[in-house]
């Protein structure tokens, strides 16, 4: 069990450039899950794949933020025209079938926004 | 909507202490309960979980229990170590659909030696 993983772990742009992220679940796993963490909070719910399938968006993600999950393997979120306050811990979690189950979430991408 | 409330940290122990750190939802419907920790430079960690009312979900030494008629699911172990010392989040998935996740905002532990 490989666990999670994302990658990059960490990314600096400059304010204006485009940055994409990228998520490897657990094999298993066709749940697949984004979430946002900012400074001294809980994560936040940005968008929700079921399979290759995006079944869900939060409000959050705004015109500028886009996920794929291609085949229903692993899944891209792609951030346009950063702004500073895109700065944040992006993490992915997947989880199997069926429900409520547990998530397994990645070490997450820091996306610093200059 | 549905959410979360953690108490509010830093709490800061000394090693062999007993820790309580407090969590309250509000949800429509009877939603699973999830403890996470995250060390530093880590990612978030499945602690311990419960998925009904009475419920007690134990890892680690660490303990909570699913209280339906008070909606708490608080964190408690009896006795910190050093190696505790990390940011724990409670929190709170769906009932049905995507079964996301509601956090709360998460409270710092530091356990002094």
């Known amino acids: 069990d490989t666990g999670v993983s994302q990658d990059p772990r960490h990314k600096i742009t400059k304010r204006g450039q485009n940055v994409t992220f990228r998520c490897d679940p657990i094999?298993?796993?066709?749940?697949l899950y984004w979430y946002r963490q900012t400074l001294g909070q809980g994560p936040e719910f940005l968008t929700y794949f079921q399979n290759e399938a995006q079944l869900e968006k939060s409000r959050l993600l705004s015109d500028r933020f886009s996920a794929e999950r291609p085949k229903g393997s692993f899944s891209t979120l792609e951030i346009q025209r950063t702004e500073q306050g895109d700065s944040a811990m992006y993490l992915c979690?997947?989880?199997?079938?069926?429900?409520?189950?547990?998530?397994?979430f990645g070490p997450g991408t820091r996306l610093t926004v200059t | 909507g549905d959410s979360v409330t953690q108490m509010e940290g830093p709490v800061t122990l000394s090693e062999e202490a007993f820790l309580t750190i407090n969590c309250t939802y509000t949800?429509?419907?009877?939603?699973?309960l999830f403890w996470y920790v995250q060390y530093p430079g880590e990612g978030l960690q499945l602690l311990l979980k419960a998925t009904k009312a009475d419920d007690k979900g134990s890892n680690k030494g660490f303990e909570a229990t699913y209280r339906k008629e008070t909606t708490s699911f608080h964190l408690e172990k009896g006795s910190v170590q050093v190696s505790d010392s990390a940011v724990y989040f409670c929190?709170?998935?769906?009932?049905?659909?995507?079964?996301?996740?509601?956090f709360g905002t998460g409270t710092r532990l530091k356990v002094l030696a």
């Open positions: 949800a429509t419907g009877y939603p699973s």
């Open positions: 929190a709170l998935s769906e009932t049905s659909g995507t079964y996301k996740y509601i």
């Open positions: 094999s298993e796993h066709n749940r």
């Open positions: 979690a997947s989880s199997v079938p069926g429900g409520p189950y547990e998530q397994y």
